[in-house]
Antibody, heavy 118, light 110 residues
């Protein structure tokens, strides 16, 4: 059974640099597309970043240069290093797995909340 | 990155049929198709239709997806109270090399 469990969120000061973690089970991150999608309070879904099994990374324009996605294949964990946080980055961050085509987000974690405020 | 266009809300009666739409362009919906996600209040999204119109295991046959040119549609037959949720479409966009989402449609079952 595929499971994704996020952690690392919290109340962060503007400019802060938290790292989100997503522990995956039921599949191997080194052979799958895994990514992050966020949802601001009361708003819709927004793609953030995806890491392909082959190592290629993708970023939304809104986070490019500030966020870095990576993985640890030993622990089957995907990370999102968030630098230079802004108030507008406040959201529930979901870890998500894509299907084998890399197009459809087929499994989702429960999310970890990142609140950026002074 | 520009997103896909969905109507903000749709209201239908119990046991009626609802059709939700998602409009993009030739770089996303028109060329690659769209997947559909259901999100109940306070819960993570759940995939209910792949872009190839197939349903994940456990999704009722009442849910069916289709598309025509740059518009994808999700039809829900025989609406049930538990179908009341937010519905999002998603697609890969070749033009911006990114995944894009619709703004979501809030489905109310009266």
């Amino acid at each position: 059974e595929v499971q994704l469990v996020e952690s690392g969120g919290g109340l962060i000061l503007p400019g802060g640099s938290p790292r989100l973690s997503c522990v995956a089970s039921g599949f191997t991150v080194s052979t799958s597309y895994v990514g992050w999608v966020r949802q601001a309070p009361g708003k819709g879904l927004e793609y953030v970043s995806v890491l392909h099994g082959g190592g290629q990374t993708y970023y939304a324009d809104s986070v490019k240069g500030r966020f870095t996605i990576s993985r640890d294949t030993r622990t089957n964990t995907v990370y999102l290093q968030m630098d230079g946080l802004r108030v507008e980055d406040t959201a529930l961050y979901y870890c998500t797995k894509l299907d084998t085509s890399g197009h459809d987000f087929d499994y989702w974690g429960r999310g970890t909340l990142v609140a950026v405020s002074s | 990155q520009a997103g896909l266009t969905q109507p903000p809300s749709v209201s239908k009666g119990l046991r009626e049929t609802a059709t939700l739409t998602c409009t993009g362009n030739k770089n996303n919906v028109g060329g690659r198709g769209a997947a559909w996600l259901q999100q109940h209040q306070g819960h993570p999204p759940k995939l209910i239709s792949y872009r190839n119109y197939s349903r994940p295991s456990g999704i009722p046959e009442r849910f069916s997806a289709s598309s025509s040119r740059d518009t994808a549609s999700l039809t829900i037959i025989g609406l049930q109270p538990e179908d009341e949720a937010d519905y999002y479409c998603s697609a890969w966009d070749d033009g911006v090399s990114a995944w894009v989402f619709g703004g979501g449609t809030k489905l109310t079952v009266l």
